[in-house]
């Protein structure tokens, strides 16, 4: 079964702080204390510095940042504040997302809500008070006029517009399902 975020936070933690000695409240005041204010700057004292791996490294970044103090409902709720409209169209995108592992993982950031398994293998995010993107990692797969291929480097592969629930359909479930077995 997918873990829980507080789960997931606190394997990382106890698995930084068994890597490093440190616990992520003392990283934390090292990279506060250092004075830089920029995440890369940040990820290079610790990665290079310190010898912190790339994901200890941005937890401790955003740690820092004061990024997880939020409660992830509440993230949820500021996305589709003014866009109430297409609540129902991301809760039936998170329904469905669900059906198709235990181990998949629904992550609100303050933004978009990241769908993972391994790896993220779609991203919601409502673009607009009358559209959702759902970004989906389809890598080598051909775009069509409804499967908008993204530019090299984005976060995903691929982009669908959604505006109703009528366009959560079968063809749309199937890219999701196979974005997930991909992942």
């Not at 700057?41 to 937890?59: F, R």
């Amino acid at each position: 079964m997918a873990k829980t975020a507080d789960e997931m936070m606190a394997s990382m933690k106890a698995g930084l702080k068994a890597k490093t000695g440190k616990s992520l409240e003392d990283w934390v005041k090292i990279v506060q204390a250092s004075g830089l204010g920029t995440h890369g700057e940040q990820m290079k004292l610790l990665k290079t510095d310190h010898g912190v791996g790339h994901g200890h490294a941005n937890m401790i970044c955003q740690t820092a940042k004061g990024r997880f103090d939020e409660d992830p409902n509440d993230m949820l709720a500021g996305q589709y504040t003014g866009k109430e409209g297409l609540r129902p169209v991301y809760d039936a995108l998170e329904a469905f997302a669900r059906t198709l592992g235990k181990d998949v993982e629904i992550s609100p950031k303050k933004t978009s809500v990241v769908f993972r398994r391994s790896k993220n293998f779609a991203v919601v995010t409502p673009a607009t008070k009358s559209r959702i993107d759902l970004g989906l990692n389809l890598k080598g797969m051909t775009g069509t006029g409804r499967l908008l291929e993204e530019k090299p480097g984005s976060m995903c592969t691929h982009k669908v517009r959604l505006e109703s629930m009528a366009d959560i359909d079968a063809e749309l479930k199937s890219w999701l399902k196979d974005a997930y077995g991909r992942a």
